[in-house]
Nanobody
């Protein structure tokens, strides 16, 4: 069973920044990974993804503000700048199109 642990969330003011980290219990260097978020009362959505060869893709609403990256075999990161209140959600990481379970997520709250 793969274990994913997200951290780095918190309370930020609009315009502020946060950096989320995701640590996996297995080597994910060759895995296509994504950051997802779920706002209260809404469905979970894919925010950013990074392929095994480093190509990235972003939800339109976060393009230019969020950056997904990886720098070791067991972690993936999400740098979030120019935060907006609508970015408020629980953020999760997971492999793309996998059967892995979900971690506990990390809460991001952006105040106006």
């Amino acid at each position: 069973q793969v274990r994913l642990v997200e951290s780095g969330g918190g309370l930020a003011q609009a315009g502020g920044s946060l950096r989320l980290s995701c640590t996996a219990s297995v080597n994910i260097f060759r895995v296509n990974m994504g950051w997802y978020r779920q706002a209260s009362g809404k469905q979970r959505e894919l925010v950013a993804s990074i392929t095994r060869d480093g190509r990235t893709n972003y939800l339109d609403s976060v393009k230019g503000r969020f950056t997904i990256s990886r720098d070791d075999a067991f972690a993936v990161y999400l740098q979030m700048n120019s935060l907006k209140p609508e970015d408020t959600a629980v953020y999760y990481c997971n492999a793309i199109s996998s059967s892995w379970g979900w971690g506990q997520g990390t809460q991001v709250t952006v105040s106006s």
